[in-house]
């Protein structure tokens, strides 16, 4: 949930507010809790009150469920300033490029769960740079993204261009683009080989996944050096985008 007036969104979950805590206390405006989840955030609290920052114990749960507007709060609920989003520029790009960065790009992945997924996935296997559209279709950081990363916002760097399809051409030349593709031949176990040099050297990766829908744009798929798949029975067209993501992850990192 986003308060427009104060300007926080409320970050609910009980791994996601204690990777927050740990990780980046100071973030934390405000936190409320249950008597159940006090015991864990003590070191949080401490430092709160010296910083004259608000922290409660709940007299109900339904007061946490108030504050982040779902039933999935886990006994605690944090509010922090609402996220800016840095906009990528070419030096940027470039800067990613030279020191050989594997970078994940979706393009329009609409739903803020699947977002959250994708993020968890990507903090698990070490990919750290994230980058999302402007377009309308794209999910933002939001309380649920933030729940179902259990932690891995913490983990990770969020950038936003102004689409996919620009990214993917502002990579020409310095990535191997890879976009995840059901029609296409390669395979996922053809990775490896598509993203190393000509002397068995890893270069940097660009991997763009697509709509939960529609999948690749036309224009990002056109742009990609290599389009990929994962191969199934045939029974089912394809998986969905957090379970591709996962496996796609999962293959980068050992490459």
């Not at 949080?44 to 999935?72: D, F, G, I, N």
């Amino acid at each position: 949930m986003i308060n427009k007036q104060t300007r926080e969104l409320a970050v609910c979950g009980f791994e996601a507010v204690r990777a927050l805590a740990e990780h980046h206390p100071e973030r934390v405006r405000r936190l409320f809790f249950t008597q159940d989840r006090a015991k864990f955030f003590g070191s949080l609290c401490k430092a709160m009150a010296t910083s004259r920052r608000l922290y409660r114990l709940v007299e109900s749960p339904s007061e946490l469920e108030r504050l982040c507007q779902s039933v999935h709060h886990q006994g605690v609920v944090a509010m922090i300033d609402l996220p800016e989003i840095p906009e990528l520029d070419m030096a940027m790009v470039k800067e990613w490029a030279a020191r050989g960065t594997r970078v994940l790009a979706l393009d329009r992945v609409g739903n803020a769960n699947n977002l959250g997924a994708i993020i968890r996935s990507a903090a698990f296997f070490g990919i750290s740079r994230i980058v999302i559209g402007s377009d309308d279709e794209q999910a933002d950081i939001s309380t649920s993204s933030y729940r179902v990363a259990q932690g891995g916002m913490e983990f990770v760097e969020i950038w936003r261009s102004p689409s996919a399809a620009w990214l993917v051409g502002a990579c020409a030349g310095l990535f191997t683009r890879i976009g995840a593709d059901h029609r296409s031949r390669n395979r996922l176990s053809d990775l490896g080989e598509l993203v190393s040099s000509s002397k068995g050297e890893s270069v940097p990766v660009l991997l763009v996944l697509g709509n939960e829908e529609t999948g690749l744009s036309r224009e990002v798929k056109e742009s990609c050096d290599h389009l990929v798949r994962i191969p199934g029975t045939g029974d089912i067209e394809s998986l969905n985008v957090a379970q591709a993501a996962t496996l796609f992850l999962y293959e980068l990192a050992r490459v």
